[in-house]
């Protein structure tokens, strides 16, 4: 399951951003991907470690909001992952 965080202000580096989602989600946090960084459309992607669906909405409500850079988070948790579906048969 992962959790995207967007409206990651320009002044933070990579290296602040995933020390903050680390920081705020503790063991939930397995895998911490910052992408452009230091640009207007800079987003994070959190794999958690979690397996129960409604888990990722309630971390993902935890953090939106929350300030980082002086702008508040915006964060969703996506309950589908890469995994193919199980077959049918």
Excluded: W
């Excluded at 960084?37 to 990722?56: C, H, K, M, R």
């Amino acid at each position: 399951m992962n959790l995207t965080v967007r409206n990651i202000a320009e002044s933070c580096s990579e290296q602040e951003v995933r020390e903050f989602l680390k920081r705020e989600l503790g063991h939930y946090a397995k895998n911490v991907e910052v992408v452009d960084a230091g640009t207007p459309g800079a987003y994070a992607t959190v794999e958690l470690d979690a397996n129960v669906p409604y888990v990722g909405d309630v971390i993902a409500r935890q953090i939106q909001g929350k300030h980082l850079g002086g702008q508040p988070l915006e964060a969703s948790a996506d309950i589908f992952s890469d995994e193919p579906p199980p077959d049918a048969h």
